[in-house]
């Protein structure tokens, strides 16, 4: 699966935006900035995800695709058949 464009945009900008800011805004003005994005990562995330208090993660993932390592180390026992 190949990543999202948003994930390049991210991490395009979380690479760049901190040199092309700190020469505009210095250094306390672009940790402000960061501050603030993460804060409302944070805030978007713990009010837009299911709560998972006392639930078990295993009927979640039912139907998720298993990692590439767990799949690569089940093939080379022979254990699952790589797909045609």
Not at 2 to 28: I, K, N
Not at 38 to 61: D, F, H, I, K, N
Not at 62 to 79: K, M, N, Q, T
């Amino acid at each position: 699966m190949a990543p999202s464009p948003s994930a390049f945009a991210g991490a395009f900008g979380g690479a760049y935006a901190p040199a092309w800011l700190v020469p505009r805004a210095g250094l306390g003005g672009t940790g402000t900035i960061v501050a603030t994005v993460a804060l409302l990562g944070m805030a978007v995330a713990l009010t837009m995800l299911p709560g998972l208090r006392g639930q078990s993660l295993e009927p979640l993932s039912d139907g998720a695709p298993a990692g590439a390592a767990a799949l690569g180390i089940a093939e080379s026992r022979g254990i699952r058949t790589p797909p045609a």
